[in-house]
């Protein structure tokens, strides 16, 4: 664990993570009721690696990722109700309802989606990243995807172009180890995503992404690597996601004991739980207030997803262009 | 200034010059780069060879290299390059060596750049230019002679231009990068090097995006057309003048927004149109303006909506081939007389 964790600090991560657990939970409790519809990816199970990372990054940096996107969202600190009515297509969402769970964005918390095409978010990322280094502002772009997406041309291209103008960005791999139904023994020749960058000079490295320290040490050196101006590096995050790809996957492609041996032996809330107890000497009591809060918060973005009024009609026309667009 | 007030300026401002497409391309993105830091131009051989096509020739010289930027050829990655580039605040202009190649980008191009301002309930917006020439040019065969206007035009949340004047060109390339929508700016090739009389030197003169312009007026039938076809069009109006048929021109110059009304005006005069373009016949351009007059302009109709197109086939090499591929004076003539019963 780093030692520049400060008790504060911690109790922020935990808090973090927690919400996105306890948020996710409720999605899909929601999901069920019918109220969410379409398609929903759970975060639940990778929540350390979000956490982590978000905890070294600055104001202006910036944060791209693909479809599973609310743990990114949370962590960015958007306001779960915006999320949660998103989620539900009403117009108190933070796309009012036209986006949904894939389409998220938040100009405020240089939160910029939320993007459903599978690898496309990444040279948007590195074209984030490319306004960075021309306004000079020193910031970095965070640039997430799957492992599944990490098999996608355009990911080569960025690496590229990344390595070339020294832009700066972090591609960060979330590998857990399934692309939908596919495992990445089945869809990868050479599992080391992280090194994939090698051809062009890109250092890359692969932590533990069930355990928030080790995010953290790694964002930190690959943050400070982007920001100095030595150009891009990628991240490999080793994590687990718990639900299926999708609210529709039943995921009968891996086994109930994979499943709960990850559960039982490496979740990343307990982990850190036991961590702030044992080692930060964080009391229970302290642990127990944020539980309670992060329960209140969630029941009260839920409250809120299923009381916001849905999107008034006249809002089928309306962004479509930034002006008013006249009908034909 | 609107339209009107320009044609006025065209007949008495010698203020007006001559200059290819090519040059008046390059003088837009130049003036457009002085006036705002944000803007930049990108793409495959744009800075140091000036251009596949000379069209940014000397940009390189006058802006420098952070803003005059050669890609690697990787048209995926550079076209959702630029758009996150516009999502960070700037101003892109990504050119394509040919829209041909935007094929390999289209994603970026049609989720990435048109639907981000609506899936994100109006946060986002993308101020992007994709330009480049589009359709055919000569004996390069079928994969590098395509008109993407309708694909493109297909899409909401993006704006299509295709002009063909020089003086439209930098007026409208101008217009495309002050938008703060994704704009697909298709130019041609063998209109590069035609010169035209008609461009401002107005550093702050811009064409407003959505305007046709009618080239030619004329009582008898309206011909439609954009890009390189608005040429054979006024050619096939002199020639249907000499046989006593006045045909009204309009230049499309927008695909998207469509300016319908100057075309139902025209109809609403002359009860006869034809729509020519160069790209295939299936869904193009003309067959959603037959359909636009079928909606609106029906009762003014003396005659069915007749489109003059690219032939239905991939573009051959063979010289007499590729003649016949391509709408020709000819077809347009025959196709004004057909619709005013004329043989």
């Known amino acids: 664990m780093p030692k520049s964790l400060t008790e504060k600090e911690a109790l922020k991560a935990y808090r973090d993570m927690l919400l996105i657990r306890r948020f996710e939970e409720r999605a899909s409790q929601l999901y069920g009721m019918g109220l969410i519809a379409g398609f929903c990816h759970l975060y639940i199970g990778q929540e350390a690696v979000v956490v982590g990372i978000q905890s070294v990054l600055k104001p202006q940096d910036t944060v791209i990722t693909a479809y599973r996107d609310h743990g990114h969202m949370l962590a960015c600190d958007m306001d779960p109700k915006g999320v949660m009515a998103e989620l539900t297509g009403r117009s108190g969402g933070y796309s009012r309802g036209k986006g949904g769970s894939m389409h998220m964005f938040s100009r405020e918390k240089n939160f910029f989606g939320g993007h459903g095409i599978v690898g496309a978010q990444v040279p948007i990322g590195t074209g984030l990243a490319f306004a960075h280094k021309y306004k000079e502002d020193k910031g970095v772009c965070i640039a997430s995807m799957g492992d599944g997406a990490s098999n996608q041309g355009q990911v080569y291209e960025s690496y590229n172009m990344a390595a070339l103008w020294k832009l700066p960005v972090v591609y960060v791999i979330e590998n857990n180890h399934y692309g939908m139904g596919t495992s990445v023994e089945r869809s990868s020749a050479g599992p080391n995503y992280y090194g994939r960058g090698q051809g062009w000079g890109i250092p890359g490295e692969k932590a533990d992404g069930m355990i928030l320290g080790e995010v953290r040490e790694a964002a930190q050196r690959a ?106 | ?233 006024l050619e096939a109006a002199d020639r249907l003048a000499e046989e006593g048929i006045e045909a009204e021109v309009i230049d499309l110059r927008t695909l998207r927004p469509l300016d319908v009304d100057t075309i139902i005006e025209s109809v609403v005069k002359t009860n006869r149109i034809v729509s020519i373009e160069e790209s295939w016949p299936f869904a193009g351009i003309g067959s959603e303006i037959a359909a636009l007059m079928m909606e609106h302009a029906f009762d003014y109709l003396d005659a069915p909506v007749l489109r003059v197109t690219g032939a239905d086939v991939p573009m051959p090499y063979a010289a007499n081939l590729e003649h016949l591929a391509l709408p020709q004076v000819d077809s347009i003539v025959e196709a004004a007389k057909a619709v005013c019963y004329r043989t």
Request: with cysteine.
């Open chain 1, 223 to 328: 943050t400070d690597h982007a920001r100095s101006g030595k150009g891009p590096y990628i991240l490999e995050f080793d994590t687990y996601r718990y639900r299926g790809h999708s609210m529709s996957d039943p995921a009968k492609y891996r086994s109930k004991e994979e499943v709960e041996d990850v559960k039982i032996h490496h979740d990343p809330i307990d982990h850190f739980k036991t961590y702030m107890i044992e080692t930060l000497k964080i009391k229970e009591d302290q642990i127990k207030a944020i539980d309670d809060e992060v329960k209140e918060t969630v029941l009260e973005a839920v409250e809120f997803s299923k009381t916001s009024p849905e999107p008034d009609p006249s809002e089928l026309y309306t962004d479509i262009l930034k002006e008013k667009v006249p009908l034909q």
């Open chain 2, 1 to 233: 200034m609107t339209t009107n007030q320009r044609e006025d300026i065209l007949m008495t401002d010698s203020s007006l010059i001559t200059l290819s497409v090519r040059e008046a391309l390059r003088d837009g993105m130049a003036e457009e780069m002085t006036r705002d830091e944000t803007v930049f131009l990108m793409g495959e051989e744009v800075a140091e060879y000036n251009g596949a096509y000379k069209v940014s020739q000397g940009l390189l010289d006058q802006f420098g290299s952070k803003r005059v930027v050669d890609t690697p050829i990787t048209e995926h990655g550079f076209a959702g390059l630029g758009v996150g580039a516009a999502f960070g605040g700037l101003r892109p202009i990504v050119e394509f060596m040919t829209f041909n190649f935007s094929m390999q980008a289209i994603d970026q191009i049609i989720n990435s750049a048109a639907k981000t301002l609506y899936m994100s309930g109006g946060q986002m917006g993308c101020p992007i230019v994709f330009r480049g020439p589009n359709g055919a040019a000569s004996r390069v065969g079928a994969q590098h002679s395509q008109c993407y206007a309708s694909w493109y035009a297909h899409c909401p949340g993006l704006k299509v231009i295709s002009p063909y004047s020089a003086g439209d060109a930098k007026a409208l390339l101008k217009a495309a990068i002050r938008d703060p929508n994704p704009v697909v700016f298709l130019e041609n090739e063998l209109l590069y090097g035609r010169s035209f009389d008609d461009v401002s030197q107005d550093q702050d003169y811009v064409l407003p995006i959505g305007k046709a312009l009618v080239r030619r007026e004329g009582k008898d039938v309206t011909l439609t057309a954009f890009s390189i076809m608005v040429g054979k069009a």
